[in-house]
């Protein structure tokens, strides 16, 4: 497999060394900027090799190295600073993805692509509809993102083992993210026979707010999301047919129709092989639909 990361920076990094440490294919780095690339391609190979890990990293400035990837990851764009939401990068993002997506039109039109640059359903749906692409090979990252801080306070609050926890976390990578606590559960027994309302209420605000409270400590999330990409890619490798909750382009499902949004998904070899359609409660489908409205008002400002 050749896996091409667009966007050598933090979070760029993170995603070729989680993707070549569970040896999922050989990696290229690609960055503008000169030597960025090339020099954490060597800062991973070195780490690759004491490990005894045989795929290899290479950095580039050269569109055109991305020729034959069976992935494109894209993390190419500005991130957030303290005090930032999600969407205040949109209209700066947004013109960086499209100069990214000619140059996938270019040079790697057959791969899957996952998208990783916020605002991220809004961004996703940018990059489908730039390529005319079909929305089982074309995803955003946020859902297995929001899925790592919830299982992270659910742990901290119940005092149970992360091994044991199973949970979902739908709707936009944003504001209106929609931790499912009705749908999560701890060694199969249902959550809330762990947690109290008020604790319920917790875990929720506490999820939404991870990634600001991580961004205002050390000023970007870096390892979380490379795992999260990694576990994408190694889903669809392995052909795992795990369900994932990821940005898909819906088509009728959950009563919406032409946007991008967190949902949970079967992710085998086909990439979006089934998009699993939950039966939500009054409270939680207004959660949901604040944000497909939020991700919609979101795509009618960008120019596609």
Known sequence: ????????????????????????????????????????????????????????????????????????????????????????LLKTNAEIIKGVCNNIKSYARNSNIIVVTNPLDPLTYLVIKSLAGQRANMMGMGGMLDLSRFKEHISTVTGISRDSIQAMVISEHGENMLPLIRFSSLGGIPLTDFITTKQSEDLTDKTKKAAAEVISLKGATVYAPGNAVATMVESIVKNKKTILPVSALLEGEYGYSDVCIGVPCVIGSEGIEKIVELKLNEDEMKVFDLGVNSVKNAIKSVSM
């Open 1 to 88: 497999m050749k896996i091409t990361v667009i966007g050598a920076g933090k979070v760029g990094s993170s995603v070729a060394l989680n993707c070549s440490i569970r040896e999922l294919g050989n990696i290229l780095l690609l960055d503008i900027i000169e030597g960025l690339p090339q020099g954490e391609a060597m800062d991973i190979n070195h780490q690759l090799a004491e490990r005894g890990v045989d795929c290899n990293v290479r950095g580039s400035n050269n569109y055109e190295d991305m020729r034959g990837s069976d992935f494109v990851i894209v993390v190419a764009g500005i991130g957030r600073k303290p005090g930032m939401t999600r969407m205040d």
